[in-house]
């Protein structure tokens, strides 16, 4: 029957003590017992670290000449350490293996306090019989292995509550941020109808800036649940890459010129094209997010009468947009952080939004299999540039 082979580290600077160890290892017949000795406690924590070392003697057919030690046997009274001290500094430099303390007829308290600090046994020097030793061996590392199991559904278990707490978290800002989303222009809803209905005096011109702002509430309403509804899809990973075929220079003319028409003469619009970008092979409604989304950044973190670019280039099966402003730029401590949701720089001020714009942006270009970059100086200006394939397909079947 084949033996098991147990490597062995003993520290002990006794010679007569190693030497009986040497005598009892070779009587173990259940298992092979490989043994390194060493006297001092750095070179224990050298040897450990390094392995240990297969010499000729040994008949391995590893290629690597070193094997992790299965257990040490530490004596706590060495040249350079003593006490409950060596168990300590060794364990502080080793974690990963178990040891078995040895010690004298009249230490018992001292190996107790061993085992509380860490050591999986201890045998008493003068008492140490073959099956002693085989059973306090076999024990330390059967233990060791069990804690190490422990440790790791420990570990495990801590992740997934820290990412439970994490989700708990997104959720509650969540249920917040929208709370306090709808009631602002909700109150405004209400607060004007107050008004129009019981100021029957009411200016032709006061009536209809009143209604206006209950239809920029109630539109600001329906583009929040919008964006609310399009983040939860793709949560849920029930957002779909429908790719056609697009002619881009249609397609970026029409969102500029729907700009253009919102802000009116307080921004001015700027489009550029480079390469052959007619007909590209994207999907239209994401591309719609994506752009719309960086347009109107744009604009609103950029005083009036400054510019804004949208530049579009089609090279390589690549389109790359670039919106570009001169407002108010980005912290830099913020720019790492702004794809997440509801995250907001802290220069916004009382710009209106909800953070969800770029996190929404982010999922739309990972879903075209895109690139999405940043760059930022606060009070010079911001560019985002996004690079889609342009023949991407999900899975990449069919790529060509
Ligand atoms: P919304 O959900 O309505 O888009 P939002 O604009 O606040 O709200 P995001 O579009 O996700 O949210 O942008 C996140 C944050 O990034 C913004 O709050 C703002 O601080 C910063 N930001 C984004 N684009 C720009 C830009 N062009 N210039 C300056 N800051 C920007
Ligand atoms: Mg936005």
């Known amino acids: 029957m084949q033996k098991n082979t147990i490597y062995?580290?003993?520290v002990e600077d006794s010679p007569s003590d190693?030497?009986?160890?040497?005598?009892?290892?070779?009587?173990?017949?259940k298992y092979e017992l490989k043994m390194q000795h060493v006297e001092r406690l750095s070179q224990a924590i050298n040897a450990s670290l390094t392995g240990y070392q297969l010499t000729e003697n040994d008949n391995f057919d590893n290629s690597s000449p070193l094997v992790k030690f299965d257990l040490v046997l530490l004596d706590?009274?060495?040249?350079?350490?003593?006490?409950?001290?060596?168990?300590?500094e060794y364990r502080a430099a080793v974690t990963d293996i178990p040891v078995v303390v040895l010690t004298g007829m009249d230490d018992e308290e001292?190996?107790?306090?061993?085992?509380?600090e860490g050591a999986q046994d201890y045998l008493v020097k003068d008492q140490i019989t073959v099956q002693r030793l085989v059973r306090a061996i076999r024990y330390a590392i059967e233990r060791e292995e069990i804690l190490n199991k422990l440790r790791e559904s420990e570990e495990l278990s801590r992740k997934a509550l820290a990412k439970e707490q994490q989700l708990n978290e997104l959720k509650s800002n969540f249920v917040a941020m929208v709370s306090h989303?709808?009631?602002?222009?909700?109150?405004?809803?209400?607060?004007a109808m107050d008004i129009l209905q019981n100021n029957a005096g009411l200016t032709e011109d006061r009536k209809s800036f009143y209604f206006d702002r209950v239809q920029d509430s109630i539109n600001h309403m329906l583009q929040l649940l919008d964006e609310i509804l399009f983040l939860s899809r793709?949560?849920?990973?029930?957002?779909?890459?429908?790719?056609?075929?697009?002619?881009l220079v249609n397609f970026c003319e029409e969102i500029t010129e729907s700009f253009q028409m919102q802000v009116g003469d307080q921004y001015n619009i700027i489009l550029n094209f480079a390469g052959e970008c007619t007909s590209a092979y994207l999907d239209e409604e994401l591309l719609h997010r994506i752009l719309g989304n960086l347009m109107s950044n744009a604009i609103k973190y950029s005083p009036p009468l400054k510019n804004i670019w949208l530049n579009v280039?089609?090279?390589?099966?690549?389109?790359?947009?670039?919106v570009r402003d001169e407002g108010i730029g980005i912290p830099e401590k913020d720019q790492n952080n702004l794809f997440q949701t509801f995250y907001r720089a802290s220069n916004v001020r009382r710009i209106q939004g909800t953070g969800l714009g770029l996190a929404m942006v982010q999922k739309c270009v990972d879903l075209h299999g895109g690139q999405i970059y940043l760059e930022s100086q606060q009070n010079v200006g911001t560019t985002v540039t996004v690079i889609l394939p342009l023949n991407y397909r999900v899975g990449n079947e069919n790529n060509s």
């Open 234 to 247: 793709s949560e849920a990973a029930k957002l779909e890459y429908k790719p056609a075929l697009l002619d």
């Open 76 to 88: 706590l009274g060495l040249p350079d350490s003593l006490g409950l001290e060596t168990l300590k």
């Open 181 to 191: 989303e709808f009631r602002n222009p909700m109150t405004i809803v209400r607060t």
């Open 110 to 116: 001292l190996a107790m306090q061993a085992l509380a």
């Open 8 to 10: 062995i580290l003993l």
């Open 18 to 29: 190693a030497k009986l160890l040497h005598q009892i290892f070779l009587h173990a017949d």
């Open 313 to 322: 280039s089609c090279r390589d099966n690549m389109a790359t947009f670039k």
